[in-house]
């Protein structure tokens, strides 16, 4: 079954956002959440929802001027009607986008690179990672800028798709994903910010393919990334 998103929702909020997602979470499809937040000072302590599923921490990546993105999974979850919630260690504004993607039974992180360079200009890129060689793989992509520094493309040639923007006050959020075929070569994604200044970028990969390397899924915690 060929990797597809299903469904992708952006909210926001002043402390903990919350995300009720449009339709029934299919079982056994793969749930990520991307949060941005514009102070450091506050960061991601869990993501739960509605349906007990574990979530875990993927990565992170903070720019010099505030900005922070995070990514969570949640690995072959249950099904149903979903929401899911993202509680902070402190009350800033906050941008956070849930998505669904089927075709992902059994998926795991591919890949080690994928945090910012967190540049001060205009021109932003990720770090690579390396798709699975054997087997489609995913790239998602999460940026979070300060108020008046939204990342207006992602200009990496095949272009990622877009999801869903949003604003929350200081906070600025813009997610977007590629789907690739097998290719054992490195990705980035790269994007252009309409005002100079840093941001922060993060990009994961992940593959429906068992990568034996990696060993079994961690538990569900803020200390163990995947």
């Not at 349906?51 to 990565?59: A, Y």
């Not at 939204?150 to 990622?160: M, Q, S």
């Not at 798709?161 to 490195?186: M, W």
Request: overall charge neutral.
């Amino acid at each position: 079954m060929p990797i597809a998103l299903a469904q992708e929702k952006s909210v926001g909020a002043s402390g903990n956002p919350v995300c009720a997602m449009a339709s029934s979470v299919t079982a056994g499809s793969l749930l990520v959440a991307l949060i941005a937040v514009k102070s450091t000072s506050s960061s991601v302590v869990s993501i739960a929802d509605t349906l007990s599923n574990r979530w875990v921490i993927s990565g992170n990546s903070y720019s010099a001027s505030n900005e922070l993105s995070e990514l969570w999974i949640a690995f072959s979850p249950s099904g149903g009607a979903n929401t899911v919630t993202a509680t902070m260690s402190l009350v800033r504004d906050t941008c956070m986008n849930v998505s669904e993607w089927t075709g992902m039974a059994g998926a795991q992180r591919i890949g080690n690179g994928g945090q910012s360079d967190n540049p001060s200009g205009t021109a932003h890129q990720s770090g690579p990672e390396t798709p699975y060689p054997n087997g489609e793989s995913l790239l998602i992509a999460c940026i979070s800028a300060g108020s008046g520094m939204l990342p207006v493309t992602l200009n990496t040639a095949p272009k990622f798709t877009a999801l869903t923007d949003f604003t929350q006050t200081t906070s600025v959020f813009r997610g977007a994903y590629r789907i690739v075929q097998p290719n054992p070569v490195a990705e980035q994604a790269a994007w252009t910010a309409s005002v100079a200044g840093a941001s922060a970028g993060i990009l994961r990969c992940f593959a429906a393919l068992r990568n034996p390397a990696r060993g079994p899924n961690p538990p569900a915690g803020k200390g163990a990334t995947w």
